[in-house]
């Protein structure tokens, strides 16, 4: 007798929910009669997510390349996805904030774990040529972790530290966009030249960029903390998390990522040029760029050391042993 009520009562609530589309439930019930049984593969696409890895040389190791940078999107899309959440709550909830922050810091645990694949999971030699196909093309031209940035922290906070005194929060999105640090990574320095690398990605991605930078303009992860009372600032569980935050996507990501370019572009006759151009080792270490979500976390002497100590031991590991 229970489980027909209990049945009745789903049919009930079933009918309310489709009262207002225009067809009866009697309706619904009869596709769902016809309706195929969900399978695993169908539900996530596999064989169209396992065709995706298209080589342009026939040497192994680029079908790994390939893959690494696929999941490396995939797990940025995930830190967008909860990024995303952060900045439409409105209710202040810091339990909310914390458990978003933590969920964000476990995906670059992931990824920065992960990276051995490309540091210690690829020839050498076969990469070195391989990458030559792949002109201009370039990891520097992933628009999910600008984004990333973006819904971080303020667009000031990522003008290049040469230039960031000269602009504050009364800057125009466009003035502080036209001089983001990474811009500088993609240009000739002694020319003043873009690379294609950079040309191509601003003709694809500036219009959403800037249309996200408008849209989070005083409603980033930085402009949610700062607006919560004073008591759930000081909460310590939140400030190590945005702390970390911090470390993931500021220093430790940009640390395995110049642990990969040393292991493929660095030689003793001089450095190899990344395949899009970048000049990696003035662009990388996080000493030289000072990218700071949560300036507001850190005291002066921290804000001024930041990455040091990794970028000392990056370009002179033996010196550094010697301390």
């Not at 920065?112 to 002109?135: C, D, H, N, P, T």
Request: glycine share 4%; charged share 25%; aromatic share 12%.
């Amino acid at each position: 007798m229970e489980d027909k009520e209990k049945i009745q009562s789903q049919i009930s609530k079933l009918e309310e929910k489709y009262k207002n589309s225009g067809q009866d439930l009697s309706s619904y019930l009869d596709g769902l009669l016809h309706q195929r049984y969900l399978t695993y593969w169908d539900y996530i696409h596999l064989d169209t997510l396992l065709s995706l890895q298209v080589p342009r040389t026939h040497f192994p190791d680029e079908e790994i390349f390939i893959m690494y940078h696929q999941i490396t999107e995939l797990y940025f899309k995930l830190i967008l996805h909860e990024q995303k959440q952060l900045v439409d709550e409105k209710t202040g909830n810091l339990d909310f904030f914390i458990e978003k922050v933590r969920r964000i810091n476990s995906y670059y645990t992931v990824l920065i774990s992960s990276f051995s694949v490309m540091i210690k999971g690829m020839e050498r030699e076969q990469f070195l040529q391989y990458r030559m196909a792949l002109l201009p093309a370039s990891g520097f031209q992933s628009a999910q972790f600008r984004m990333i940035e973006i819904y971080a922290t303020p667009l000031e906070n990522l003008v290049h530290v040469s230039e960031r005194a000269q602009y504050s929060s009364e800057s125009t999105v466009e003035e502080l966009y036209e001089h983001i640090y990474w811009k500088k990574g993609a240009t000739d320095i002694s020319t003043g030249e873009k690379t294609l690398t950079l040309k191509q990605f601003e003709y694809r991605y500036t219009p959403r960029l800037i249309r996200i930078a408008k849209q989070v303009k005083n409603s980033t992860i930085y402009h949610k903390y700062l607006s919560l009372p004073n008591d759930l600032q000081q909460n310590e569980s939140l400030v190590e998390a945005l702390k970390t935050l911090d470390v993931n996507a500021n220093i430790n990501w940009q640390l395995m990522h110049m642990g990969s370019a040393h292991r493929y572009l660095r030689r003793e006759s001089g450095d190899i040029e990344a395949t899009g151009g970048t000049n990696w080792k003035e662009y990388l270490p996080p000493s030289f760029q000072k990218i700071i979500f949560f300036p507001e976390l850190y005291s002066e002497k921290e804000l001024n050391n930041w990455g040091k100590q990794w970028v000392d031991h990056m370009l002179n590991p033996d010196k550094s042993k010697m301390k």
